[in-house]
């Protein structure tokens, strides 16, 4: 493992970078919000490329409202009105979307995170939160690893709490199978091991229902373009502005098992993702609405010039009783883990 000075925060405390790399792949983090700032992957002639966007110092993610790379925590996904229930207790998350939460507080991106171990192919990073921090109860630690794989990288989450809160954490890393200043995503494609997925309702919050995907722009069954049916008239479509939508991964059971939710390809370079997880939903978000003018190398980032792949639990779970409620703490930890792994076709 290779340690690098990446910057300082605004009181003067270091920013480090990270460096995981093999014969195939090459992981960049920092203690900066636990953030994933590159990945490097080889194409069909061997060639690597960066394929996360994302920024060239520590100090231009203070920044990122985006939330490039970032790991959300404690909660990713929007929460109605802000609050949730526990215990019978009523606790107030930030109002930053409309009236509800998105992301928690983001604040949190842009804090300091401690390493708690580290090796060869793996490094560890810790943060402690107080109780009612975030809004919600519980003396807290999250520990976030991100761990080298022969093919790809490991992202493990282990959170405790010394009362029951509301956890459910996630990477927000945006890809680009291309190389992050490639442009468009729209040629490339996806596969989705989902049958269903959550609609949405007035302010991106799930209603509650589960639908089949089957005949909608949302049926990812077969692997299909981002772009074939992007700009479709369908409700679901418009309400996003594009894909921002939970998909119900098939086979969770909830015992820990790792299944395949997505399959991601470039057609041009032969770059393939796949993504594994054991939680049950995953998120696809096709950077809708971003506009980044200062990213890496002073690469632009434009709308649909990444897509996103967030595993977790479905999205506002605490208010729909149908869904698998993502409550943890005293005696229940939160343990889960998602991979992404390359390979190339050619």
Request: hydrophobic residues 35%; aromatic residues 10%.
């Amino acid at each position: 493992m290779k340690k690098d000075h990446f910057g300082n925060m605004p009181d003067g405390r270091e920013i480090s970078l990270y460096t995981l790399e093999n014969d195939k792949v090459t992981v960049c983090v920092s203690d900066l919000g636990a953030l994933l700032v590159r990945l490097y992957v080889p194409d069909k002639n061997g060639s690597r490329a960066d394929v996360v966007l994302g920024f060239d110092s520590g100090e231009e993610y203070l920044d990122n409202p985006n939330c490039l790379g970032a790991i959300v925590a404690p909660v990713a996904n929007r929460t109605k009105d802000a609050s949730v229930v526990i215990d019978g207790i009523e606790y107030h998350m930030t109002v930053n979307e409309g009236r509800n939460n998105l992301h928690s507080d983001k604040q949190s991106f842009v804090t300091m995170w401690d390493v708690a171990a580290q090796g060869e192919d793996f490094i560890t990073f810790a943060q402690e939160r107080a109780d009612l921090s975030d809004g919600l109860p519980g003396d807290r630690r999250f520990e976030v690893t991100y761990r080298l794989l022969p093919d790809g990288v490991g992202v493990e989450y282990f959170v405790t709490s010394t009362r029951p809160t509301y956890l459910n954490p996630t990477n927000h890393s945006y890809f680009n199978l291309a190389g992050d200043a490639s442009g468009s995503i729209l040629d490339q494609t996806l596969r989705l091991y989902a049958s269903a997925y959550t609609p949405l309702a007035e302010g991106q919050i799930p209603s509650g229902e589960i639908l089949p995907v089957q005949g909608t722009a949302l049926d990812f069954l077969s692997a299909k373009a981002f772009g074939l049916e992007i700009d479709s008239s369908e409700p679901q479509m418009v309400l996003a502005g594009g894909y921002d939508h939970n998909f119900v991964i098939d086979g969770y059971t909830g015992d820990g098992t790792m299944l395949p939710a997505a399959c991601a390809a470039d057609p041009a370079s032969g770059r393939v993702m796949i993504v594994s997880t054991d939680l049950p939903g995953v998120q696809l978000y096709t950077a809708n609405f971003t506009d980044v003018q200062n990213g890496k190398k002073g690469a632009h980032y434009g709308k649909r010039s990444a897509f996103c792949l967030e595993t977790q639990f479905f999205p506002d779970n605490v208010h729909h009783d149908n869904f698998r409620k993502a409550i943890f703490g005293g005696d229940t930890e939160l343990r889960t883990t998602t991979i992404f792994t390359f390979s190339v076709v050619k």
